[in-house]
């Protein structure tokens, strides 16, 4: 595979929408989700290589995408990015429970270890089979089970500090 | 709370992986064609495949990521530049209502407007400036990263502005969430022409007939309340 810029920028554009909208869905923003698909396409320019010799693009995609919105989740974190960013102080609080609980979800994925958050956002995000979560992983489908049992135990004592 | 019961969790029976690859033609023949049958027949998956190229269109029209040697572009466009990209664009759909003070941010991060559209019995997400027809029944969803009081105006070819949602003399709370859908649809009339809406976040229940009167008197340069910020999406119906 030949992946001049020319090549990249048309991957861009027959693939970007598989970054854009599960970093929409992982980042709960849109602008933390276009930065995070010009990152991973502006990566690919410097270094092509990363996804040459990949099996698939799409998975690669998966991959990629899921390692930047989990950095971006622990960033936000530790620095309270997205709290400072999204709440405006002083807004009132209407306590709609679907957004509550996906902003949530987000914060306990930012306590998670990488491996078994991913295998969360494969598993439950994704809807993918454990065979599938175990592909893009390069585990055997017994250690995603492992990891998601790991993570509801992990995410139910999180609940209970909370 | 069940990891397997959160709001972010996937809906359709087969997975995200699935459809992507099958979209993207990366599946072999026979089980492309496996796929293919069954998101033709499943109503969740259908519409998770539509949602699919809804976003596939919208990417069709964003920046380039930047190249060695040539300046980066900025990463968080600002209101202005988002205005000018629009302007460009003219099928793209964000922009600002009218040039802000300095002091006032227009436009949100994290703030949406989505719209979907059911024609006969297919539903698709609609891209901006997208085609539908007259009797087309639409559905409105808003992404916000924090509580807020929306309203979804409209003007339509004749240049005449009505609130599509809610129905009520004031924008309607919304709870914070990505793709919130309204609880209001509606069905498009027989009017043909460029369709302007105008989706507005505030952070008080603001009476909506003012913005409606001036959308219709200014012909879509409305300005908003100062605790209000707005997004700007077209469709044409013929």
Redesign the interface.
């Known amino acids: 595979m030949i992946l001049d810029?020319a090549a990249?920028?048309s991957l861009?554009?027959?693939?970007?929408?598989?970054v854009?909208?599960?970093a929409?869905?992982?980042l709960?923003?849109?602008?933390?989700a276009?930065?995070v698909?010009?990152e991973i396409?502006?990566a690919?320019?410097?270094n092509p290589d990363a996804v040459r010799s990949a099996g698939?693009?799409?998975?690669w995609l998966?991959q990629a995408t899921t390692h930047h919105c989990l950095n971006t989740l622990r960033k936000a974190r530790t620095g309270a990015r997205?709290l400072e960013?999204?709440?405006?102080p002083?807004?009132?609080?209407?306590?709609?429970?679907?957004?509550?609980?996906?902003?949530?979800?987000?914060r306990l994925l930012a306590l998670l270890p990488e491996d078994v958050a991913a295998a969360?956002v494969?598993h439950?995000?994704?809807?993918?089979?454990h065979a599938?979560v175990a592909e893009?992983l390069g585990c055997s489908r017994r250690q995603v089970g492992y990891l998601?049992e790991r993570?509801?135990g992990l995410?139910d004592r999180a609940?209970q500090t909370a | 709370m069940n990891l397997a019961a959160t709001p972010l969790c996937w809906n359709a029976c087969l997975s995200a992986l699935r459809l992507d690859r099958w979209m993207m033609g990366e599946l072999g023949a026979a089980d492309s064609e496996t796929v293919g049958t069954h998101v033709s027949t499943c109503a969740a998956c259908s519409t998770a495949v539509a949602g699919m190229r809804g976003v596939r269109e919208e990417v069709r029209v964003l920046p380039l990521p930047p190249v060695p040697g040539r300046p980066a572009t900025r990463r968080r466009v600002t209101a202005v530049t988002v205005a000018g990209l629009s302007l460009a664009l003219a099928a793209s759909l964000l922009f600002v209502l009218r040039t802000p003070p300095a002091t006032e941010r227009v436009k949100g991060p994290g703030l949406g407007l989505a719209m979907y559209v059911q024609h006969g019995t297919e539903v698709r997400r609609a891209a901006p400036g997208e085609t539908v027809s007259p009797g087309d029944a639409v559905r409105f969803a808003v992404s916000t990263p924090r509580p807020a009081f929306v309203a979804v105006l409209s003007l339509d070819p004749a240049g005449k502005a009505s609130v599509y949602f809610p129905q009520a003399p004031r924008a309607a709370q919304v709870p914070a969430g990505s793709e919130v859908p309204l609880p209001l649809g509606t069905r498009l009339d027989t009017t043909t022409g460029e369709e302007q809406l105008l989706g507005i976040f505030c952070a008080s229940a603001v009476e909506l007939e003012p913005i409606r009167e001036a959308l219709e008197r200014r012909q879509g340069a409305a300005s908003l309340p100062a605790d209000c910020q707005g997004l700007r999406w077209s469709f044409v119906k013929r």
């Open positions: 810029p990249i920028a861009y554009r027959s693939h970007g929408h598989v854009l909208r599960r929409r869905t992982l709960g923003s849109e602008a933390d276009r930065e698909l010009q396409f502006t690919l320019v410097r698939s693009i799409v998975g998966y997205v960013l999204h709440v405006r002083g807004l009132t609080e209407i306590g709609g429970p679907r957004g509550e609980a996906a902003a949530e979800v987000r969360v494969y439950h995000l994704d809807g993918m089979t599938e893009l998601l993570a509801q995410w609940e």
